[in-house]
């Protein structure tokens, strides 16, 4: 802008014509600004300088360690595992009081529950976008059908005092002709299916709801409520997903019906319209109960299994 204030607009202004070297000289001098400029903001990613501490801190959970909390790869099968690849450490070391059998949102699970239950009695049994539903087959996870079925058999020969199912139980429904990888046309029949063949085998069976949603992700959304209010709330006002609120309701009609207990995850961080997105860690810092649209924290899994498993009132 300097450059063509004063190689350009003065000298017109002064009615006085460029050289075509002068003009030359202007041009490829704005260029060389322009692209060192540029070079310096990519070397310095943005200019991270420019936000605060607390901007940066939400953006780190971009790169949340969830692999070790989930225990990624071991207990936490991926589309390309078998169920033999289940590691010795999945299963419980004290006798299996737990069983947590669900996808990626149970394995975010699992630290919350290895918190709050005695050390050694939880079993983790999960795999990324396969939902704890008997006969099950998705495109993109070709071993969750044999994966579940190997589970259930765990089951019958080792039964646990208590089993968790829980899933993101939305992606999982029949949406219309969308050919996407985890939609099943039969994704009701089969739920209804497995909650019957556990109602039968007379266990304790827990299945937990979702839990909200925040699009694009939970530390995005903060992010934004920050650069206009300068600090964190505790809660935000609920999200609008007409489609989980029923989706909700239709598992625990269909979960209650055989017999097993269901918990809503929503009415467990929520408070009316408001639901709670931040807790204090032990060190008293602010953390996130969810690291991305809706997987909870290690915090935020710990602070669901102390209210939803650790209450038999709870709605």
Not at 19 to 32: E, H, K
Not at 120 to 145: D, H, M, N
Not at 186 to 201: C, H, I, K
Not at 282 to 305: C, K, N, Y
């Amino acid at each position: 802008a300097w450059l063509s204030y004063r190689l350009v607009e003065t000298p017109i202004r002064k009615r006085r014509v460029l050289r075509a070297r002068g003009l030359a000289a202007a041009a490829i001098g704005g260029s060389l600004l322009l692209a060192a400029a540029g070079g310096a903001l990519v070397a310095g990613h943005g200019f991270p300088e420019r936000l605060s501490p607390l901007l940066d801190e939400l953006g780190a959970y971009r790169k949340y360690p969830y692999q070790p909390l989930m225990r990624d790869r071991k207990c936490l099968l991926h589309p390309d595992q078998g169920y033999e690849d289940f590691a010795v450490e999945c299963n419980a070391s004290t006798g299996i009081e737990i069983l947590l059998w669900g996808d990626s949102h149970a394995a975010a699970m699992y630290p919350g529950l290895a918190d709050y239950y005695p050390p050694g009695s939880v079993s983790q049994l999960t795999t990324a976008s396969c939902p704890p539903v008997l006969g099950l087959q998705l495109k993109g996870v070709p071993y969750c059908e044999a994966i579940n079925r190997d589970i259930l058999q765990r089951i019958d020969t080792n039964p646990p005092t208590q089993l968790v199912l829980h899933a993101y139980w939305t992606v999982y429904r029949p949406v219309g002709n969308t050919g996407l990888a985890h939609n099943s046309a039969d994704y009701f029949r089969l739920l209804e299916t497995t909650l019957e063949a556990l109602a039968r085998r007379d266990l304790s069976v827990t299945v937990l709801g979702s839990l909200p949603v925040w699009y694009p992700s939970l530390p995005d959304r903060l992010q934004r409520y920050v650069r206009v209010r300068g600090d964190l709330p505790e809660y935000l006002p609920r999200p609008v997903e007409p489609d989980l609120v029923s989706l909700d309701a239709r598992v625990r009609a269909m979960v209650e019906e055989h017999g097993h207990r269901f918990v809503s995850l929503t009415a467990t961080v929520c408070q009316g319209a408001d639901c709670r997105v931040t807790l204090p860690d032990t060190t008293g810092s602010t953390v996130l109960m969810q690291w991305d649209a809706s997987h909870p924290t290690r915090e935020g899994a710990a602070f669901i299994s102390s209210r939803a498993l650790g209450a038999e009132d709870q709605p």
